[in-house]
């Protein structure tokens, strides 16, 4: 009896120690509104109809049985499960991050949590971590969905964790911008159009950049053979893209073939880095400044003004 | 309500007993040359002020004179560009988060988190501030009773009425034990009963010991329940000391009216380099004055006026009262800025 009081007593101290108040908060209050239930139903519904209407397609073009569903086209559809998955984390992470300080500031809560002894690093983490918490289940609640591929073989459950593993450092670091502008910026509306304006761009202006300037590029040195081992630095700005990224770790041929010279360069050249590896380590940097940079926002800068004012006297 | 409330603030006021029987003199409050600038707007000029342990300090000013912005720098909010922000010692461009420790603010307009019940409400705010669940369980209901809200303490935050959230924030000012509370117009918005509940509150805890900053814009709201007033407008404090001081100043000073042929601007300029004359306001060529002299010093001022070319038609004392004085002090009172 006492071993089971001396539990329940040290229960609450260690919820206290890994929950601090303001992400107890955040979790309360998120799962008590309807919209986060709602916000998983669309998001179960969306990747079911995208696992689903995919599978569908692929059986209904090859007029076959499920027996017949061969690995490699199990890896095709895990790559496009994957990057649906993806899309859908793109889509649903500024919505989730880019409101969490400028929201408390429009509803005049936050001046109440900066009088409180939480820490402004405190503050940010916790609603950092709230946020991809709930991200984090969502993605976790596709699992059943995800699991589909291992019915018809030819994925590990290693490269399942890997597809994963990317998603949270990508959760991460948008969610870390998202915050990042939720702080700087006065208002949710701003802050959450230019964080779908960052995202937008990093999926599809990246992509879309590289192929006009690799199309210009080759235009321009067209019949010009490249010397051998020559790589196109435009490679680089397909590293940020997410989406290129994640198909690099399983096709490491993109890497090569975006790092190419021109459409008629070369086909020996090497990537300078895998496109994953030059993603991971850009947004980790990128990661890395935003979040310092909104814990510095969030609460006035007293002490520098403190060292201005004592220059002056 | 008196009785509980007494029970319940035990601790609290044996504390602060302890506290002012030890440093009653201590400065709570100490603004040396404040200064804070938003742009090209300067909304605090060079403000001086001070307050001791245990007051309850009204401050008061019109809509836009600068008590927000001072109360906000005072709790941390807001960065002063120049002079010296003291909370019990303790500067808070220095020390903020033990600046922290030692107030409890309620800003004049404040949100709330809807779903929350007031009790998690209340422990939400306790366990940011580093309270302990224990003694949060102890204390809450203690504030609860303090507020008036005990049959409230499952309520959702979003059901309470106005005034209640009033004094639910009140609490939450509370919670962890503050030396003192910054409460720019807790009363705002509120309908007349719930004023009188929040006036009560007010002497409760001035009975705790609390120091308090109360900011209003309306003086009889305050005049009951405070002991030192400060009277700011446009970013300068234009006067401060005990209520009956204020009062004595205010009665034992008169207003006086200067009626000019022309040249009110100079005449302006001249009144405001003599000893006992206060604060000078003009309107067209009529030019009233605060007057702390006698009869014989209200007659050499005119002779000195008259020598340096002043040319009065008129010159008397306004028939005033002390609300029109404080009227006149801070002009532009319930504009909306």
Redesign the interface.
């Known amino acids: 009896m006492s071993g089971q009081s001396a539990a329940k007593r040290r229960l609450?101290d260690l919820r206290?120690r890994l929950i601090?108040?303001?992400l107890?908060?955040e979790f309360?209050?998120r799962m008590?509104?309807p919209r986060s239930m709602w916000a998983l139903l669309f998001y179960l519904t969306a990747i079911g109809i995208l696992a689903f209407g995919f599978m569908y397609i692929f059986r209904m073009d090859y007029g076959l049985g499920a027996a017949s569903f061969d690995p490699g086209r199990s890896r095709t559809m895990f790559l496009f499960i994957s990057l649906a998955q993806l899309g859908l984390i793109a889509f649903m992470t500024p919505g989730l991050t880019a409101g969490v300080v400028s929201s408390e500031r429009e509803?005049?809560?936050l001046?109440?949590?900066?009088?409180?002894?939480?820490?402004s690093t405190s503050i940010i983490l916790s609603k950092l971590v709230s946020s991809l918490s709930f991200m984090t289940l969502l993605v976790i609640s596709t699992m059943p969905i995800f699991s589909i591929v291992f019915l018809y073989g030819g994925i590990s459950p290693g490269q399942v964790g890997t597809v994963f593993a990317f998603y949270l450092f990508t959760m991460l670091a948008f969610g870390s911008f998202g915050v990042l502008f939720s702080t700087w910026m006065k208002r949710t509306m701003l802050s959450v159009i230019t964080s779908y304006g960052l995202t937008l761009f990093m999926y599809g202006g990246t992509a879309f950049l590289y192929l006009i300037l690799h199309l210009m590029i080759d235009s321009m040195t067209s019949g010009q053979p490249n010397p051998p081992g020559y790589s196109n630095w435009l490679g680089f700005l397909m590293g940020l893209n997410p989406a290129a990224a994640l198909v690099s770790i399983f096709e490491p041929e993109l890497s090569r073939s975006v790092f190419r010279g021109g459409w008629f360069g070369p086909s020996s050249a090497e990537a300078p880095i895998e496109l994953w590896q030059e993603y991971f380590i850009v947004y980790s940097i990128l990661t890395v400044i935003a979040i310092p940079l909104s814990i510095r926002h969030i609460?006035?800068?007293?002490?520098?003004?403190?060292k201005k004012?004592a220059g002056?006297g | 309500m008196t009785e509980r409330t007494e029970q319940a603030a035990l601790p609290a006021e044996n504390s602060r007993q302890a506290d002012s029987a030890g440093g009653s003199d201590r400065l709570m409050v100490e603004i040396r040359g404040l200064t804070k600038r938003f742009g090209n707007f300067q909304a605090l000029k060079s403000i001086d002020l001070t307050i001791r342990r245990g007051t309850v300090f009204g401050f008061i000013g019109p809509n836009g004179a600068g008590k927000s912005t001072t109360m906000?720098i005072l709790?941390?909010?807001?960065?002063?560009?120049?002079?010296i922000v003291r909370v019990d010692g303790i500067?808070?461009?220095?020390d903020?988060?033990e600046v922290?420790?030692r107030?409890g603010?309620m800003?004049d307009?404040?949100?709330?988190?809807d779903?929350?019940r007031t009790t998690?409400y209340l422990h939400?705010?306790g366990?940011?501030?580093?309270i302990p669940?224990a003694e949060r369980e102890a204390l809450i209901p203690q504030l609860l009773e303090l507020v008036n809200l005990s049959d409230k303490k499952d309520a959702y935050v979003d059901t309470l009425s106005r005034g209640m959230k009033q004094r639910l924030?009140l609490a939450?000012c509370l919670v962890?034990d503050p030396d003192l509370l910054i409460l720019d117009e807790p009363a705002s918005g509120l309908d007349p009963r719930a004023r009188i509940e929040m006036r009560e509150i007010m002497k409760e805890l001035k009975a705790m010991g609390k120091t308090i900053i109360i900011s209003s814009h309306i003086l009889p709201e305050l005049a009951e329940m405070v002991d030192e007033i400060g009277v700011i407008e446009q970013g300068r404090m234009i006067a401060q000391g005990s209520v009956a001081e204020i009062q004595h100043r205010l009665q034992a000073g008169r207003i006086l009216e200067l009626r000019l042929a022309g040249g009110a601007e100079e005449a302006v300029v001249l009144l405001e380099g003599e000893p006992h004359v206060g604060r000078v306001m003009r309107d067209g060529q009529l030019v009233r004055f605060q007057f702390a002299g006698g009869d014989e010093e209200q007659a050499e001022l005119l002779v000195r006026l008259v020598e340096r070319g002043v040319r009065p038609i008129a010159f008397s004392e306004a028939q005033t009262n002390l609300e029109d004085v404080f009227l006149e002090m801070t002009k532009g009172i319930g504009v909306k800025t």
């Not at chain 1, 001046?111 to 820490?119: D, I, R, W």
């Not at chain 1, 006035?300 to 403190?306: A, D, N, T």
């Not at chain 2, 366990?127 to 580093?130: E, K, L, N």
Request: charge should be positive; hydrophobic fraction near 30%; charged fraction near 25%.
């Open positions: 609450p206290t601090n108040p303001v107890g908060k309360t209050l008590r509104t509803k005049q809560t001046n109440l949590l900066l009088t409180t002894q939480q820490s609460r006035p800068v007293l002490k520098r003004k403190r004012a002056r | 906000a709790a941390t909010l807001l960065a002063p560009d120049d002079g500067d808070v461009t220095e903020p988060k922290r420790r107030i603010y800003p307009f404040f949100g709330v988190y779903q929350f998690e939400f705010y366990a940011s501030c580093g669940r924030c939450r962890h």
